[in-house]
């Protein structure tokens, strides 16, 4: 239940959910009778418009998304050490379940890809896996990503004594505990952490923390270009930029998620 919750209750607070929050808040406060009941009816109904419409503006999207790739382009160093293993976070892929062929990738998917890549470069002998079940239907035929990911990771060339999985956790922070047993357990010093530009930060603290392993970013799936290679703003452009778009309240809800999940995993001592 606890887990649940912790999934659940967050979509309260990204724009999406608190926006229509505040607008059924306005609703139960609407007018019967007094002017204070119009005007907080109003001003909520307003707010959670205006939330939803100011996160939906790719503007917004952009310098929310920039604030967090930015750092991890920075933490990212510019020639990679050798390590012990590559690690590879879970998310960016779809089981082979029916009517897919096999595994696929989606959104994210660049981890694995970028992983293999450090692993045939030499940089480690080891591709480590990682995610575990995250679904709350009845019956679920999935099997945890980290398999997934193996089974991707083989049809794609890398031998199977070459990939080690870690199917057991569901969270970022279970990874980083997880994967840091794994290493004491191999006696590994160095890993290279490979996940998504945007999650780089928090799953970098998180690793530092309570792996105990020495760890090295790479950052891949980057959902932007930099500023500098984003090209000069037009008049269509920037009128494009203040009008709402499913995309950009994605991308907003996407790092939104990002600091408040850092800043429940410092509350809790795990970054």
């Known amino acids: 239940m606890g887990f649940l919750l912790s999934k659940l209750l967050p979509l309260l ?7 229509l929050l505040l607008q059924l808040l306005g609703l139960a406060a609407a007018p019967k009778g007094t002017s204070r009941r119009h005007q907080a009816s109003l001003w909520l109904g307003g707010v959670g418009v205006g939330l939803i419409w100011v996160s939906a503006m790719p503007l917004t999207s952009r310098q929310l998304i920039w604030g967090l790739e930015e750092r991890s382009a920075a933490l990212t160093p510019a020639v ?4 012990d293993a590559v690690v590879v976070l879970g998310g960016g892929l779809r089981p082979a379940l029916p009517p897919r062929q096999g595994v696929e990738v989606a959104e994210g998917g660049d981890r694995l890809l970028r992983g293999l890549q ?9 591709l480590v896996t990682s995610g575990g079940r995250v679904s709350f239907t009845g019956n679920d035929p999935a099997p945890p990503e980290a398999f997934w990911a193996r ?10 004594e070459r990939i080690l999985i870690n199917p057991g956790s569901r969270t970022t922070a279970e990874e980083a505990r997880d994967i840091g047993q794994l290493g004491r357990q191999r006696g590994w010093q160095r890993v290279l952490l490979v996940t998504s530009a945007f999650h780089m930060p928090r799953s970098l603290a998180t690793f530092r923390q309570r792996s105990g392993l020495t760890v090295v970013p790479v950052a891949c799936d980057y959902q932007l270009p930099d ?7 037009t008049l269509g452009n920037t009128l ?7 995309e950009a ?12 999940g850092l800043a429940i995993y410092r509350l809790r001592g795990w970054s």
């Open 13 to 19: 607070l990204y724009p999406l959910g608190l926006g």
């Open 80 to 83: 990679l050490p050798r390590a």
């Open 118 to 126: 450090l692993v045939r470069q030499g940089l480690a002998p080891l």
């Open 151 to 160: 089974d991707l990771a083989q049809q794609l060339g890398l031998p199977a």
């Open 227 to 233: 500023r500098a290679h984003y090209g000069q703003p």
């Open 240 to 246: 494009k930029s203040l009008l709402p778009e499913a």
């Open 249 to 260: 309240l994605y991308l907003s809800s996407l790092a939104l998620k990002e600091h408040l």
